[in-house]
């Protein structure tokens, strides 16, 4: 059984949508969680008039991505779960999509999490993120019959991937630190430093808008914006393969990097947010520390078990 988790925020313009292509999921045993994290709009009544078979889970605030995902893991696990789909309610799947991440994933046992290559919500073009991040693999990703089946990558995104319990037990869940942005390239970081796979599965395609809520309005976007530079220090401070002395010099080219960017750019509101974000990592340092020393903790520990050989979790995952 998978659990495919999808939270949601004011994504009526999406929801229905996205359910009803889900519904045309192939030859998969899998159980669908909404986890609605306090919508204005009508997106609860879409969901309980015309998906009965989804288990909608309801928050009273916006928990953020993070904990919103996390709501919907500890359901999924409890009911006995598998591995878990992570999902965007702005996302269109294709019928194969989730047969084929579950297949490229038990092929073998390091392997632990498995993303979909994306393309454009409207059409059969890559979308902005899958040109982004892979520039170097469109070529082979154009044709999904002949190109390889698991294609090891350092992360993908939280709009589509798959993950198998074994791993939530080992490396952890989504960190609520991030509340939203870097939560899943944290994720695939912690994986890898535990030796397991990062993959993009050449032959599971989704359709994915980007953006979903945070382009309501300006303000959004703006607080998108802020909301993706502090995940971003966040995620530099945090690195569990470094020291605090490495972590903190990555933090400071980073504020050099942005506050260029918004020189260049004369983007006053973009340094004000900018200072703004830098108190508030001040003010977590401690959150930010405890993050960092838990997860190079339990490395550590990994380490010290495995004594360098990985076939000892190869073989306990077949």
């Known amino acids: 059984m998978i659990g495919v988790i999808i939270v949601n925020y004011n994504g009526a313009r999406w929801i229905g949508e996205c359910l009803t292509a889900l519904r045309r999921t192939a030859e998969v045993d899998y159980r669908t969680i909404v986890v609605d994290n306090g919508s204005t709009d009508q997106s609860v009544p879409i969901v309980t008039r015309n998906f009965p078979e989804v288990e909608l889970v309801r928050a009273e605030r916006n928990l953020g991505f993070c904990e919103g995902n996390n709501l919907g ?11 878990i789909a992570l999902l965007n309610p702005d996302t269109r799947v294709e019928p194969e999509w989730l047969r ?6 038990e092929e073998d046992g390091e392997r632990a999490i498995a993303g979909a290559v994306q393309m454009r919500y409207e059409d059969d073009e890559f979308n902005s993120w899958t040109k982004t991040a892979f520039p170097t693999l469109l070529e ?4 999904p019959g002949t190109a390889r089946r698991w294609i090891e990558v350092d992360w993908v995104e939280g709009a589509c991937l798959l993950i198998t319990r074994r791993a939530l037990e080992e490396i952890g869940w989504l960190d609520p630190i991030f ?14 430093a535990h030796g397991y796979q990062v993959g993009l599965v050449a032959r599971s395609r989704i359709h994915h808008h980007r953006g979903g809520s945070w382009e309501a309005t300006p303000e959004m976007k703006r607080q998108r914006d802020r909301r993706c530079d502090r995940s971003q220090f966040i995620y530099v401070l945090t690195d569990p393969q470094r020291s605090r002395r490495a972590n903190l010099l990555a933090g400071l080219r980073t504020v050099a990097t ?6 260049s750019e004369r983007s006053l509101g973009r340094l004000i947010d900018l200072a703004g974000i830098l ?20 490395i550590n520990k990994m380490k010290g078990q495995m004594k360098g050989s990985k076939w000892i979790r190869s073989e306990g995952a077949r």
């Open 73 to 83: 893991i500890a359901r999924a696990l409890a009911s006995g779960c598998d591995q």
């Open 100 to 105: 084929e991440l579950r297949d490229a994933l």
């Open 140 to 143: 082979e990703l154009r044709t």
């Open 179 to 192: 509340f939203a942005f870097y939560e899943e390239i944290d994720l695939c970081r912690r994986a890898r």
């Open 258 to 263: 942005k506050t260029k960017m918004a020189v």
């Open 279 to 298: 108190i508030e990592i001040v003010g977590i340092g401690r959150s930010i520390e405890r993050k960092w020393a838990a997860d190079s903790r339990r």
